[in-house]
C-alpha cells in the first residue's frame, strides 16, 4: 500500500498562496519525503530502437552522441519524457516539478552528451522512446524546454513529412527556441540577445576553439546565477542541501560540455527551421494533441523581439497545433519578473497552467469513452 502523501496537494495550495507559511512546509514535506525515499534515476534500455538504428547504420554518427536516457518510476499512467534546453540538464531543469509529473506516471529524462550531439540521433531516441511507451498503452506528454522544444518540434515536424502522426498525449514548450533566427536576428550586426552573444562565435569560426566555449560557459553560468541572487526566495523554495546539489549538477554540466560538444549543439539549431518557412505547406498542423506553450514576460535576454516562432505561435499558433493554447508566465504580487526557461526559482509561477495542463489530458480518455 503506498504511503500517505501531503506534497501534491501542498504542491498545489501552495502555487496560488504566494506569501504562505504553506511554502516552508512544502519544502519540509518535499525534503523529508526526499529522505524517507531517495531519488532513483535509472538508466532505461528502450525496447525498441528501429530509428536510432537506423541513424546509426549511415555511418556518420557514432554512440557517443546519443543522449543518456533516464526513468524515474511515478505512479500513474501517463508519462512525461523532458528535454531540457542547452544546459542543465533535463533531470535538473524540472527539479522542482519533479513531483508533480511523477504524479500522473514516470518521468524520462533525455540528458544530451557533453562530448557531441546529433540532431537526427535526438530525434532517432524521441521517435523509439514515443513508440515504446504507445505500443504500451502509455503515450507520452512531451515536455520540452528552450533547445529542448526546438528538438520536439524539428522531430514533430519530420513525422509530419514522412506522412505520419506522433503518437503522444500531449506536448509542452517551454520559452522555445526553435532556430537560430530566435537567438540573432537576420542581418544583425550584433546580437541583442545574452544567449546570442553565446552562440554566434560558434558560427563565424570553422573550429570552435576553448576560448570560445569558455567565453559561452561564463554566459550560461550568469544566466543560471542571476537567479540566484534573491537568496530568500531560494530559502522558500529549497533546502540548503538541494541548493548546493542543484547547483552543483548546474555548474558541472557547464563546465563538462566539450568544445565539440557545444558545438554540435549550436549547429543542430542552425538546421532547424523557423516554424514561419513551412507556414503554408500541407504538414502543418504538427500535432492534434494538446498542447501547452509558455513564454516568460522577461524573454529578452534570450529570445530576440523579431524571434519567428514567438511570432507564429502567438499569432497563428492553431495553424500549428488545433488543440493549442499560448499563454505568458509573469509573477505573482511582490515577486521579480519570470525570466526566460525559469522553472526552478519561478516554480510557483508554471505550476497552475501545467496542473490545468495534466488535469485535462487525464480527463481524456474518459471524454474519448463517453
Given at each position: ?8 496537494a ?30 532513483q ?6 525496447t ?7 541513424v ?7 554512440p ?22 542547452f544546459?542543465?540538464d533535463?533531470?535538473?531543469q524540472?527539479f ?32 523509439d ?11 507520452p506528454v ?8 526546438g ?5 514533430l ?34 546580437p ?8 554566434k ?21 550568469r544566466?543560471?546565477?542571476a ?5 530568500a526566495a531560494?530559502r ?5 542541501v538541494?541548493?548546493?546539489g542543484?547547483?552543483a549538477?548546474v555548474?558541472g554540466a ?10 554540435e549543439?549550436v ?22 494533441a ?5 513564454f516568460?514576460e522577461?524573454e529578452?535576454?534570450?529570445?530576440d ?15 500549428y497545433?488545433?488543440?493549442?493554447r ?6 505573482l ?8 526557461a525559469s ?25 474519448s469513452a463517453?
Amino acid at each position: 500500500m503506498p504511503a500517505f502523501s501531503l506534497a501534491p496537494a501542498l504542491s498545489l495550495l501552495a502555487a496560488f498562496r504566494r506569501a504562505s507559511p504553506v511554502r516552508p512546509l512544502q519544502m519540509f514535506v518535499r525534503t523529508t519525503e526526499e529522505k524517507l525515499r531517495p531519488r532513483q534515476l535509472l538508466p532505461h534500455e528502450s525496447t525498441v530502437s528501429c530509428a536510432c538504428h537506423a541513424v546509426l547504420a549511415r555511418g556518420d554518427t557514432g554512440p557517443h552522441q546519443c543522449a543518456a536516457i533516464l526513468r524515474e518510476r511515478g505512479r500513474g499512467r501517463l508519462p512525461t519524457i523532458v528535454l531540457g534546453g542547452f544546459v542543465p540538464d533535463s533531470t535538473e531543469q524540472v527539479f522542482l516539478l519533479r513531483r508533480f509529473f511523477r504524479r500522473t506516471g514516470d518521468l524520462y529524462y533525455l540528458n544530451y552528451p557533453r562530448q557531441g550531439f546529433s540532431l537526427d540521433l535526438a530525434c532517432a531516441q524521441l521517435d523509439d522512446l514515443v513508440t515504446e511507451l504507445a505500443a504500451a498503452g502509455q503515450p507520452p506528454v512531451v515536455f520540452a524546454v528552450s533547445f529542448g522544444a526546438g528538438i520536439a518540434i524539428e522531430w514533430l515536424r519530420r513525422a509530419r513529412l514522412a506522412g505520419t502522426h506522433a503518437r503522444i498525449a500531449g506536448l509542452v514548450l517551454v520559452s522555445p527556441v526553435v532556430c537560430v533566427e530566435d537567438l540573432i536576428a537576420p542581418g544583425a550586426a550584433k546580437p541583442g540577445t545574452l544567449l546570442g552573444r553565446a552562440v554566434k562565435p560558434y558560427f563565424d569560426n570553422v573550429t570552435t576553439n576553448e576560448a570560445a566555449v569558455e567565453k559561452s560557459r561564463v554566459i550560461f553560468a550568469r544566466m543560471f546565477e542571476a537567479g540566484a541572487q534573491n537568496k530568500a526566495a531560494l530559502r522558500a523554495l529549497m533546502s540548503p542541501v538541494e541548493l548546493t546539489g542543484l547547483r552543483a549538477a548546474v555548474m558541472g554540466a557547464i563546465r563538462g560540455i566539450t568544445p565539440t560538444g557545444a558545438s554540435e549543439r549550436v549547429h543542430a539549431m542552425r538546421a532547424m527551421l523557423p516554424p514561419t518557412a513551412y507556414f503554408s505547406q500541407s504538414i502543418l498542423p504538427l500535432t492534434d494533441a494538446p498542447t501547452l506553450v509558455l513564454f516568460a514576460e522577461r524573454e529578452d535576454a534570450v529570445i530576440d523581439a523579431a524571434s519567428p516562432t514567438r511570432f507564429a505561435f502567438e499569432s497563428a499558433h492553431r495553424a500549428y497545433f488545433p488543440r493549442g493554447r499560448v499563454q505568458t508566465i509573469a509573477a505573482l504580487p511582490g515577486g521579480t519578473p519570470v525570466q526566460h526557461a525559469s522553472l526552478i526559482f519561478h516554480v510557483f509561477e508554471f505550476l497552475p497552467p501545467l496542473n490545468q495542463f495534466y488535469t485535462r489530458l487525464r480527463s481524456e480518455p474518459l471524454r474519448s469513452a463517453a
